[in-house]
């Protein structure tokens, strides 16, 4: 009883740090979203959260897109990283393929910006290589 009840406590824990991950997205300072890209990154390679993510891929989504447009080298790298592995969470449900039909046109704008940094440009062609096997219902 008390060892499930301490795995509960934190599971709970590492839930409460990845949502000051996702609030961190959207700070002002380029160095804090970086920290909170590196975190989440780490979170979502080293366990399963599908059913965490599932309640909050909208507002998640919506902050890698505000990284993507408006970060800058490292940090549009580290949103494309991110992005694949919430698509690979994800999976190939219906969630998963509007994640990606969502972020598709972006990830191919970074792709395609000669003044984005190659590091920002390998990532996005990782996330819509990756996302497209993965979420894509449509063949081509």
């Not at 824990?13 to 804090?32: G, N, P, Q």
């Not at 970086?34 to 780490?42: D, I, N, P, T, V």
Request: glycine fraction near 6%; aromatic fraction near 2%.
């Amino acid at each position: 009883g008390s060892e499930a009840a301490g795995e509960q406590c934190q599971e709970e824990e590492a839930e409460d740090r990845l949502k000051e991950h996702m609030d961190s997205l959207l700070d002002k300072s380029a160095k804090t979203r970086q920290a909170a890209l590196q975190s989440l990154r780490l979170a979502l390679s080293s366990r399963t959260l599908s059913e965490f993510l599932l309640e909050r891929r909208l507002t998640l989504a919506d902050s890698l897109e505000k990284c993507l447009k408006k970060g800058k080298g490292e940090e549009q790298a580290l949103a494309g990283t991110v992005l694949t592995l919430l698509c690979l969470q994800m999976g190939s449900a219906p969630e998963g393929e509007e994640l990606f039909r969502s972020l598709k046109p972006l990830l191919i704008s970074v792709l395609t910006d000669s003044t984005a940094s190659p590091g920002a440009r390998q990532s996005c062609a990782t996330a819509l290589g990756m996302c497209c096997y993965i979420a894509a219902a449509d063949l081509e």
